[in-house]
């Protein structure tokens, strides 16, 4: 390990570090442009120039290694000069909007203007113009103010996999397009947003919106997918304005997906504001005491057997524990949450975990995808897996359709039987993950919700036995689930014995007289029309259509809950805002619900709550740490079905209820996928 003297401070680094890495170490603060710390090195903004004794000029310290021996000087009149030149030229043709710009208050170029700069500039020819680009609904472009850090253009290649922007033209008339005109199509597009450093690409959806002092900060959870990526939300009043990403490397490291950062705008749209009771046939609006009343006339003398509870995607663990001890104190067991219909049971916590964890995938050499596209159930754990598919000698596989996912995929084919193929080594895929040190294997919701999905768990299982997925440093049988609430209610036990469909084909034939919809709107709600259905969620979407009491809930914006992500981890959500008119927590709904029913749950807060929630599952105690879960035996054997394996998600911009109120994922759906604005993006509040 190379040691160097920085500003006569000896520091020691690990071998390959730069200089600007080792003065980092060091505590310096050296500006940059173009240096990013999960990009490639570019070299190109010439920002972090500093002095090294013997060397003719100035080096520029993001691109030098760091060697034995060396001497830095960060803060002489030569380093100091230098960063002046740097700085002046880059705002030759800078335009001065910065009181219109998006990026002010939190842009690095003022920042380092003010701290680096001479204040004025010696230039006075006239300023270049650039044409804007049209990356598509979600970046807005002024590529005037562009510097060519490339930091966009890097990150399309590397990250996002998606190379569609670069660099045209030389010198003077060099200018960062899309080529060939076209959207930047990436599930990752946002992001190069926040990496911008200047006011060239901004979010589009949020253009002339607000300053960033004006609004309010909270750290929470992101619930669009199973990954549980960590956001900030950042909100004006009862607003919410924006979602930026927050750093957790083992997690979502520093991205977040378009979803997560611009369904916001479906918040506010379509809320249920107040209850509502079917009187009529029509839904009218009611008080809570009335609504609250009709559900205790309807279950008055009810056997529990026919009374059942359905259990959404969106939903936090305190909700699902509450209704889960509401139903079993009216004497019902029936609570389903596995919306997607997938063959898992929550007696073997392994069985449906992501194991290895999400960082995990960095330590594997070899993977088999199994009816699932990350790219579309979970884009940031996708480009996770790009970087390592890009490794030399690292072999990825898929069996399921064949999708582009960013990165080279050796397709085995859509059959089922493939997998038998594997488990014989028959198949030419098993000697690489007999040969692995630490293979993986990712099965989807889209192979667990298919009629034979116990059957392909159980093959899944077996592969994993017989290839070492399974050792004693090494958990590689991962699940990677779709929905933020899955594993939380498989960790509560919400499993039935025919699932969904058992609970939808017995209010057909009258068997259940009375389902609780906790947010479900995924299913085909007319088959409960028989049935006399309660419905607690958000917004009014599917599940609406067949209610006869609707129980306003509010967003995952609105309220502090727990959510489980799709390797386990415990994670704690915050509220950002208040919701609309009526709406309230969904387990302070049920408790008074209770209360009316005269079966009063055992707490009054959510403390209270939580402490019952943690006494009775002591899982729940940790938080933000990956669970180990025991190997074991699960899934089912039995015969596979011809239908080709495929992914659970059709369209990624419309998988929920806030998603497909947003008329922004409506828009990215009709640029990305040609499919229409949807009917539910163009309603109104209430």
């Excluded at 930026?244 to 369904?263: F, M, Q, Y």
């Excluded at 006399?532 to 009014?540: A, D, K, M, N, R």
């Excluded at 669970?627 to 079905?641: C, K, N, Q, R, T």
């Amino acid at each position: 390990m190379p040691t160097l003297t920085i500003d006569g401070i000896e520091v020691e680094v690990e071998n390959g570090m730069t200089i600007l890495q080792a003065c980092e170490q060091a505590g310096i603060e050296i500006p940059r442009f173009c240096y990013h710390e999960r990009l490639s090195i570019a070299g190109n903004c010439r920002m972090c120039l500093v002095e090294m004794e013997k060397a003719p000029k100035p080096v520029a310290s993001c691109a030098m290694p760091a060697g034995e021996g060396m001497v830095i000087h960060t803060n002489t009149p030569l380093v100091k000069k230098a960063r002046e030149g740097v700085m002046e030229f880059l705002l030759i043709n800078h335009p001065l909007d910065c009181p219109i710009c998006d990026q002010g208050g939190e842009c690095d170029l003022q920042d380092q203007s003010m701290a680096y700069g001479i204040g004025h500039n010696r230039f006075h020819e006239n300023k270049r113009a650039v044409k804007e680009k049209n990356m598509g609904p979600l970046v807005k472009t002024v590529m005037t103010r562009c510097i060519h850090c490339t930091r966009c253009v890097r990150f399309a290649d590397e990250v996002a996999g998606v190379p569609a922007l670069g660099a045209v033209g030389r010198g003077e008339n060099t200018e960062i397009t899309t080529y060939q005109e076209t959207a930047f199509a990436s599930e990752l597009s946002g992001n190069v947003v926040d990496l911008c450093p200047v006011g060239a690409l901004t979010s589009k959806p949020y253009a002339f919106t607000a300053r960033p002092w004006e609004l309010k900060h909270t750290e929470t959870i992101d619930v669009h997918d199973a990954l549980g990526s960590n956001i900030r939300v950042d909100a004006r009043g009862r607003e919410v304005l924006r979602v930026l990403p927050r750093l957790h490397d083992d997690v979502n490291e520093e991205w977040i997906s378009d979803k997560a950062r611009h369904a916001i705008d479906g918040l506010h749209v379509r809320r249920l504001d107040r209850p509502y009771v079917k009187k009529g046939g029509k839904l009218v609006e009611a008080s809570w005491n009335e609504a609250f009343e009709a559900i205790a006339a309807r279950l008055k003398g009810l056997d529990g057997k026919k009374i059942a509870g359905l259990v959404g995607d969106l939903q936090d663990v305190e909700s699902m524990y509450a209704l889960k001890l509401l139903l079993n104190a009216l004497g019902s067991d029936t609570v389903e949450g596995r919306q997607a219909g997938e063959k898992i049971f929550a007696r073997h916590r392994v069985g449906y975990l992501f194991n290895s964890g999400i960082a995990g995938i960095d330590e594997s050499d070899a993977c088999l995808l199994i009816g699932t596209n990350p790219r579309t159930e979970s884009p940031v754990l996708n480009a996770r897996l790009r970087r390592k598919a890009l490794e030399r000698g690292y072999r990825i596989a898929s069996v399921g359709e064949d999708a582009d996912l960013t990165y080279k995929v050796e397709n085995l084919g859509a059959d089922a039987a493939v997998l038998k193929d594997i488990l014989d080594g028959k198949n030419d895929f098993a000697k690489a993950l007999e040969a692995a040190d630490k293979p993986m294997l990712i099965i989807g919701a889209g192979a667990l919700g298919r009629e034979d999905g116990a059957a392909i768990l159980k093959l899944a299982h077996d592969i994993a036995d017989k290839y070492g997925l399974v050792k004693d440093d090494w958990n590689g049988f991962n699940v990677l689930h779709s929905a933020a609430a899955r594993v939380g209610a498989l960790d509560l036990g919400l499993v039935t014995e025919g699932g969904v469909e058992g609970i939808v084909s017995g209010a057909e034939k009258g068997d259940i007289e009375v389902v609780f919809n906790l947010g479900a709107d995924e299913i085909d709600s007319s088959r409960l029309d028989k049935a006399f259905v309660i419905y607690q969620g958000s917004h009014g979407d599917a599940g609406v259509k067949s209610a006869d009491v609707i129980l306003p809930g509010v967003a995952y914006t609105e309220k502090p809950g727990t959510y489980v992500n799709t390797e386990g981890r415990v994670q704690l959500a915050q509220r950002a805002i208040f919701g609309p008119g009526d709406a309230r927590e969904d387990w302070t709904i049920l408790r008074a619900l209770s209360e009316v029913l005269g079966q009063t749950l055992p707490f009054n807060n959510l403390h209270e709550l939580r402490s019952k929630l943690v006494a009775d599952y002591p899982q729940f105690a940790e938080i933000d740490v990956k669970p180990a879960a025991e190997w074991a035996d699960f899934g089912v054997a039995g015969d596979l079905s011809a239908e080709p394996l495929k992914s659970a998600i059709d369209d990624f911009y419309l998988t929920n209820p806030i998603a497909r109120a947003s008329a922004t994922m409506a828009d990215c759906s009709a640029t990305f996928n040609g499919a229409g604005v949807s009917e539910e993006a163009t309603g109104t509040n209430g």
